[in-house]
T-cell receptor, first 116, second 114 residues
Framework: AQTVTQSQPEMSVQEAETVTLSCTYDTSESDYYLFWYKQPPSRQMILVIRQEAYKQQNATENRFSVNFQKAAKSFSLKISDSQLGDAAMYFCAYRSSKTSYDKVIFGPGTSLSVIP | SAVISQKPSRDICQRGTSLTIQCQVDSQVTMMFWYRQQPGQSLTLIATANQGSEATYESGFVIDKFPISRPNLTFSTLTVSNMSPEDSSIYLC???????????FGQGTRLTVV
């Protein structure tokens, strides 16, 4: 069974600085998808970024980028120029690519605080 | 993408009663998923609902406690039955239907059982 681990329960970053959130996962599959979701106090789950395992190039979305190391099964999220609105819970997630019926498996989450 | 409307957004219920949570998707989706998120915790999958068949429940969750309906490709309900304070959580519905796509989420229902 696949598992997702986030070793940092809490992180903080100074506004305008850069922070990296860690994620590791375990799977025996070769094709899969990885995601970072953000959950602000509003509870709404917001997709931050996604990465296809078959792509070597790291995904980037504006201030958000990932460092995907397939062999190490590592998928970290870098947030540049942190803003107050980035404060939230961040969940790393895994989804198999075998079928459209596969559930998304979430890590335990990292609570990010942004210090003005 | 898909937009998901979930209601109610919150409720306070008496123990021993039941609450039905509704989830409406703005497009047809193959699978819908129901998650529970206890305070300060991650999302735990309750069950997967496919239209036209019985839901598939994860270990630790049973149909008698969490009956699910999936009458069509855009709608699903989750009922939390015979509630106790331990059922106080956020419940989220999610939809997906395409290989490898991200899951889309409703706004969540914050349930408090007193």
């Amino acid at each position: 069974a696949q598992t997702v681990t986030q070793s940092q329960p809490e992180m903080s970053v100074q506004e305008a600085e850069t922070v990296t959130l860690s994620c590791t996962y375990d799977t025996s599959e070769s094709d899969y998808y990885l995601f970072w979701y953000k959950q602000p106090p509003s509870r709404q789950m917001i997709l931050v970024i996604r990465q296809e395992a078959y792509k070597q190039q790291n995904a980037t979305e504006n201030r958000f980028s990932v460092n995907f190391q397939k062999a190490a099964k590592s998928f970290s999220l870098k947030i540049s120029d942190s803003q107050l609105g980035d404060a939230a819970m961040y969940f790393c997630a895994y989804r198999s690519s075998k079928t459209s019926y596969d559930k998304v498996i979430f890590g335990p989450g990292t609570s990010l605080s942004v210090i003005p | 993408s898909a937009v998901i409307s979930q209601k109610p957004s919150r409720d306070i219920c008496q123990r021993g009663t039941s609450l039905t949570i509704q989830c409406q998707v703005d497009s047809q989706v193959t699978m819908m998923f129901w998650y529970r998120q206890q305070p300060g915790q991650s999302l735990t999958l309750i069950a997967t609902a496919n239209q036209g068949s019985e839901a598939t429940y994860e270990s630790g969750f049973v149909i008698d406690k969490f009956p699910i309906s999936r009458p069509n490709l855009t709608f699903s309900t989750l009922t939390v039955s015979n509630m106790s304070p331990e059922d106080s959580s956020i419940y989220l519905c999610s939809a997906g239907g395409w290989v490898g796509t991200e899951a889309f989420f409703g706004q969540g229902t914050r349930l408090t059982v007193v």
